[in-house]
Nanobody, 121 residues
Framework: VQLQASGGGLVQAGGSLRLSCADSGREFSSYTMAWFRQAPGKEREFVSAISWSGVNTFYADSVKGRFTISRDNAKNTVYLQMNSLKPEDTAVYYC???????????????WGQGTLVTVSS
């Protein structure tokens, strides 16, 4: 599993961005995929996860109703559609993969390099 995140950028409050995370490995469809984020001076936090099949999704309360996670196993890619963005969503966003579905970052085995999302007020 080798993860490459992209799609970050600068957006005004209320705007939208879509993050992508592509896996160049061969076992993408076996893994639960997740997005975490880390804001400046803060701990890393769970944002969203999706099961290997895409049937089950999970969200942090802070993003529920605004963010949508999805995956395309044929393209080895997971997405995070972020709508109604707020300044407090500003962070580096990381994608991660695990065979042990969880909201805990320490249970994720593989991490992408991160992509910066900045939301201006």
């Amino acid at each position: 599993v080798q993860l490459q995140a992209s799609g970050g950028g600068l957006v005004q409050a209320g705007g939208s961005l879509r993050l992508s995370c592509a896996d160049s490995g061969r076992e993408f469809s076996s893994y639960t995929m997740a997005w975490f984020r880390q804001a400046p001076g803060k701990e890393r936090e769970f944002v969203s996860a999706i099961s290997w099949s895409g049937v089950n999704t999970f969200y942090a309360d802070s993003v529920k109703g605004r963010f949508t996670i999805s995956r395309d196993n044929a393209k080895n890619t997971v997405y995070l559609q972020m709508n109604s963005l707020k300044p407090e969503d500003t962070a580096v966003y990381y994608c991660a993969a695990t065979l042990t579905p969880s909201t805990r970052g320490d249970l994720y085995d593989y991490w992408g390099q991160g992509t910066l999302v900045t939301v201006s007020s």
